[in-house]
């Protein structure tokens, strides 16, 4: 009987090391101390492209030198999760009505927001997110798979073009080619009435998202977003998102809407 119960018991603990969080992340460089060095050279694909494989998590702060999450210090104003523009002279170049409503959803501490629904993040606010990120490169294709709500995102580099009349989508459609050892991917079709950061800076159905992401290094990816919406922008914009390398872990799924007791509550101001 003993023997039967630690049997269930084992049985019943395997999924919770099944999580793989303490894994060992394969084919990390090493300083002579054994440590990983983040600092060397980025992996390279089999026909010699940058390999932008691995679990990355977002440094939201504005900067050159990006940091772990959990070590950054978010500040008001200079976080790109609730300004995607901060740090830009300025500002970002709001047609009057965007500017407008955004000062409006800021005054309401983002209760409108999109993602307090359980909605899609989208592009690229994806890339500023909290969750982890994680990026599978293949030939043809890269996918980025996001902990929230366990969304996909997908970048053919196949060379096909972007489709004629999409379906409007949170994620829209992506095609990337290679210039040098930076990826180029161009981005449309979204829905419109998308938020681009929790202050909700306007994002419509006209944008086109540029962005060129490069390897800097092992530990470090850097991604130029550029914003083209004349609806919502009487300019195109340009910021820098910076992503630092996970080791050791997995994502874990993060279902928004599960067990969900919070929306009921936001009343705003």
């Known amino acids: 009987m ?15 090391s099944a999580q793989w969080l303490d894994y060992p992340t394969a084919g990390v460089p090493k300083t002579a101390a054994g440590k990983p060095n983040l600092t060397a050279p980025a992996p390279k694909t089999a026909d010699g492209k940058p390999d932008f494989s691995g679990i990355w998590r977002a440094d ?6 990006p940091c772990p999450f959990n070590n950054c210090q978010d500040a008001r104003g200079t976080d790109r999760w609730l300004d995607f523009g901060a740090g830009l002279s300025g500002g970002a170049p709001y047609q009057p009505w965007a500017a ?16 307090s629904a359980c909605l899609p993040l ?5 890339l500023v997110s909290p969750e982890l ?3 599978v490169q293949t030939p ?9 709500n366990a969304s996909y995102r997908q970048i053919f580099t196949d060379g096909r073009p972007l489709p004629e009349d999409p379906q409007p989508s949170w994620n829209g459609y992506s ?7 930076t990826l180029v991917v161009e981005t449309r079709g979204f829905r419109d009435g998308m938020w681009l950061d929790r202050y909700g800076s306007p994002m419509t159905d006209a944008a086109k998202v540029t962005e060129r992401f490069r390897r800097t290094n092992y530990g470090n990816l850097a991604i130029d977003v550029t914003m083209d919406d004349p609806k919502a922008y009487t300019k195109p914009w340009t910021v820098r998102v910076n992503e630092v390398i996970m080791l050791n872990t997995e994502l874990m799924d993060y279902i928004c809407a599960e ?7 936001m009343v705003g101001k």
Do not use: C, F, S, Y
Request: net charge positive; charged share 30%.
């Open 2 to 16: 003993k023997t039967l119960i630690a049997i269930i018991v084992a049985a019943l603990a395997a999924p919770l």
């Open 60 to 65: 939201r702060r504005i900067g050159p030198n």
């Open 175 to 181: 095609t990337g080619k290679w210039e040098g050892d």
């Open 140 to 148: 043809g294709l890269v996918v980025i798979l996001n902990e929230r």
């Open 133 to 135: 990120i994680k990026i």
């Open 100 to 115: 407008a409503a955004k000062k409006q959803r800021m005054d309401q501490d983002g209760k409108d927001d999109p993602t």
């Open 259 to 265: 067990n969900e007791k919070d929306i009921r509550h």
């Open 122 to 126: 989208g592009v690229p606010r994806m």
